[in-house]
């Protein structure tokens, strides 16, 4: 798949994708579109990223060739063929 783009999962949530730590998903020039996709294939994972509105949830970080999704774009960030998607939960703790 050369129009392609890998999203990569933490531990935390390989479960939901059962136990992939990478998925490959068509490139589709936005990172709502890359979701969307996901969405299609692996419905508990898209749960655990949007909520019911569709918004990514607070405590998900999305980074999409390294660049924090929230700062470049939110879910309209550009997302070009060969981009790597890395998903991260919050860590809170005290």
């Not at 655990?48 to 700062?71: A, M, P, Q, S």
């Not at 309209?76 to 998607?85: R, S």
Request: with cysteine.
């Amino acid at each position: 798949m050369t129009d392609a783009v890998t999203v990569l999962l933490p531990g935390v949530l390989r479960g939901e994708a059962q136990g992939q730590s990478r998925l490959t998903v068509p490139a589709a020039g936005s990172l709502r579109a890359v979701l969307d996709a996901l969405a299609a294939d692996w419905p508990r994972l898209e749960r655990r990223l949007r909520d019911e509105r569709g918004d990514l949830r607070r405590y998900v970080n999305i980074y999409v060739d390294g660049d924090d999704c929230r700062r470049s774009g939110g879910l309209d960030t550009p997302v070009a063929a060969g981009a790597e998607i890395q998903v991260l939960p919050s860590v809170a703790g005290g």
